[in-house]
């Protein structure tokens, strides 16, 4: 006899952890990191409070590592702790299909308890979880998942007193490898770029001590929920919708469950699919149903709404990327909402050119989705590809075919959206829908250009540098010649070719 | 305030449909054929009878197909159809951390149940499975899943008298794209290589019907349940084997639950981490638990068991590319069971070389995991890098660097193991664990001194041949010229010369 059984989600993750960012020990200390500092900025700007993180990574035997993550955030209620840290698929950020969203840096409510998952896997050690909401006593206690229920079992609840005003802090211990380059550090540094409000205090294993500054002290704009658009609904999200719906017509459902559909758009709909506009969601037969995806497809409406969106902006680019490197020009490019799939999206790039920066390797290529550095994956990656197929050549870049072009250069790729469609559960690469890549592909173009009229003035300065230089070499013998000639004194002449030269060399 | 809430597994998976095969349009209708093909025939090897599957797919509408499979299997129980079609996470497959297992096609009851989600979210249409368990009566039902719960919704249940004698039979509506080369046929013609005992039928969107033999009416070996090897189980998977298991002393845990510890490796750990024998399990510290996983990496133990592995075998390879592709040339070579990471595997592979297939293009390669073949990410498979990187020149065969050597060749390789390492959920590249890479290189290498030794044989034949041509061509006139000196008759002479160019050119 076959034997079936249910197998709980954490079971599943557990054994398949490699799915979720954890398929070496180099990777899953970066995953750890990642995954609880992103959460950190979430719930700081979700409460309209500054960013403000620590984190430690300490050495605790040959490749096992307790990490520290520590924010001064709004805290989580004492009855959510467990759920948040303790169940995976438990958390504020997942939205269903046909569910209003918006950008944010989770999407799914994976990955922090995955990484405490990983951390128990490997070292067989409970986390250390404190919280402390203000006016509330300080929570904290010890937790592991019990992966054949997907629950927590939690040891050591503790409630105190405590002067700390507010905050979340996790503590766990994992098998991992430490790189400080393309490691946690090197993120941490590309985090402080796309999120120039937040300041972000590393303590290394090594022991030092590594500050990214806050150098912008205003909050970015707070996304707003939006609802799906018409255009692009899979029809079995619409049954969904019609079923779960409040709205008690067929108007009144296209109305508030979508956005951007009026009173003239409703009717369109419901006259092409010969609907009255009065029709009871429930009422409305499969067969109708498939007709209406049909007619919401054609009618002409307005493009999603915009301010689900929350876009780093070019001021803050260059903010961001002058305080993380020495640059002799800096450059960025916001470009206007666009949409895939009825998914609004915004794409931002910005440049670093520096003397001090390598001039014959690849440019340093940094990608972000919602303001998250991605760090694998890179060919896989619609960024990468969108990169790759710009003619760097016509900006006045070196670039062998098929490759990222040559010089002394940074480049800021950022993708937001109020879903991004990685290609994995890793979140480390971003599916090259034909719609991204070309908005990445016109934003480089303009970031290009500015980059090539940089290029080209620092080119004619070189050459009326050298100019200069080549005319002054000469004055000299030539005012000597004419002072001979002339019999007038040769400083005056000298002086009258100076002022020439200064007149030419402008 | 932040709003938390679960979410449930169906509901992860309909938005992130793209993890599991669903991508793109093409892809999907290819990864329905396979969940379900997959599925039909583990379940007939599993009752122990030859497979007998008839997969047809017709065109519904534009980007529109039905697709059905039907096999002769032993059925599903009624109480348990519901569950395996309409739950995910929900089969009988899937081992935990710790459990025995055995090779198979499923790894983790999501596939066939992922399958009828994208049916129901892109037509918004319920699947219909049939079941008829050998005595009992012929069930069907039409079934959806609510995601939200992840439980199934059962319409149009039936309970009827039937001649069939058993099989399980699924339709199910989706958006797709079909592609004749490299999709469901492709498919299964590959299926069809990797077991030679399966006699699949397949029915085109266009009416065509295609017959993929059976070749060999012996089943495969039956692949035996394996215990975990205590060589490479990570410490969360030992606290939780101390905590779930039945024995009441250590010995009789770490002879029990694992695979070749006996009385003396037993003690030998015992002694290493200075614990009686006879030690409760669960009266063992974290602590202590840290060192036993010490102790038990450090004894020197027999290697994980090999019967939990069914390879194809040579001959079966053999006959498997011989029926599906003209062929001058085939070889097989199945490789010892080797290990990663305490995970038994083994390599196969196989090669046709054919005068009817391109001389001058890349061979083509065929990946299988389990018998399964494997159609995208070709370029991250495990597979794919040990073939480039195994040096064909040597063999016989042009090779551009960094890629797959030329010739009119098909390169078939099979990895078996009880725990395939997917890159991904979507299953369809090897992760490149070192172990298994240098593995496929070694078949390799013995598959291409076979090539080789055929190629060179060809070239001697082909020089004979010209040879043999060119004396025939003089022959003539020398038999004439031989006549007209020597007075003998020319046909006599003409007979000497051939007799001696026959003993020659042999």
Redesign the interface.
């Known amino acids: 006899m ?8 954490s ?2 993750f ?3 952890s ?2 979720l960012g954890f ?1 070496n020990p180099t990777k899953a200390l970066l995953t750890v990191v990642k995954e609880a500092v992103d959460n950190s900025v979430d ?1 700081c700007e ?1 409460a309209n409070i500054l960013p403000g993180i620590i984190v430690k990574i300490k050495s605790v035997k040959k490749d096992v590592f307790q990490v520290t993550v520590e924010d001064k955030g ?1 805290g989580i209620e004492e009855k ?1 702790v467990k ?2 840290f303790g ?1 995976l ?4 950020k ?4 046909g569910e209003a969203g918006m950008q944010s840096r989770g999407q ?2 994976i990955g922090i308890s995955a990484s405490i998952l990983y951390s ?6 409970s986390a250390l979880i404190e919280s402390k909401v203000k006016n509330k006593m300080h929570y904290s206690c010890r937790l592991i998942i019990d ?2 229920k997907n629950i927590p079992i939690i040891e050591d609840e503790k409630k105190i007193e405590s002067v700390k005003e507010q905050g979340t802090k996790i503590t766990l211990k994992l098998k991992g490898v430490y790189r400080r380059v393309k490691g946690p550090e090197g993120f941490l540094k590309y985090v402080a770029i796309a999120n120039p409000h937040a300041q972000i205090t590393f303590f290394s294993p090594e022991g030092n001590k590594k500050v990214f500054k806050r150098v912008i002290t205003k909050l970015p704009k707070k996304p707003k929920k939006v609802k799906p658009h018409p255009h692009g609904v ?7 919708m019609l079923a779960r719906t409040k709205s008690r017509t067929l108007q009144a459902f296209l109305m508030n469950d979508f956005s951007k559909v009026g009173n003239t758009g409703a009717k369109e709909i419901c006259d092409l699919v010969k609907l009255n506009l009065q029709t009871r969601p429930n009422a409305i037969t ?1 067969e109708q ?2 007709k209406l995806m049909d007619s919401m497809e054609q009618v002409k409406l307005q493009r999603p709404p915009t301010d689900c969106l929350s876009p780093i902006g070019e001021e803050n680019i260059i903010k961001g990327l002058r305080k993380e490197y020495p640059a002799d020009f800096v450059a960025a490019c916001t470009r206007p909402v666009a949409v895939y799939r009825a998914i609004p999206f915004q794409i931002e790039v910005g440049l670093v050119y520096s003397k001090e920066l390598p001039i014959d390797k690849q440019v340093n290529l940094v990608r972000f989705a919602n303001k998250v550095p991605l760090f694998y994956q890179q060919s ?1 990656c619609g960024i990468y590809k969108a990169v790759v197929k710009t003619q760097w050549k016509r900006y006045g870049l070196q670039q062998p075919s098929g490759s990222l072009p040559i010089g002394p250069l940074v480049l800021a790729v950022h993708v937001a959206s109020i879903w991004v ?1 990685f ?3 890793g979140k480390q690469a971003i ?1 090259p829908y034909p719609e991204i890549v070309k908005e990445i592909k016109l934003a480089l173009s303009e970031l290009g250009r500015k980059l090539q009229r940089y290029l080209s003035a620092e080119q004619r300065k070189y050459a009326r540098e050298r100019k200069r230089k080549l005319y002054e070499r000469y004055a000299i013998e030539v005012a000597t010649s004419l002072s001979n000639i002339t019999g007038k004194n040769k400083d005056d002449i000298m002086g009258l070719l100076k002022k020439e030269i200064d007149k030419r060399g402008r």
């Open positions: 076959v034997q079936y059984k249910e197998v709980a989600i079971e599943f557990e054994k398949n490699h799915l398929d719930a979700e709004p959510y759920k948040v169940k698929l438990f958390g504020s997942f939205k269903s299909l799914q409510g128990q896997l490997t070292t067989g050690e992966t054949s899979e029809l079995g999200t619409l049954i969904k499969r149903i498939s896989e469609p290609i994995s559960e599916a």
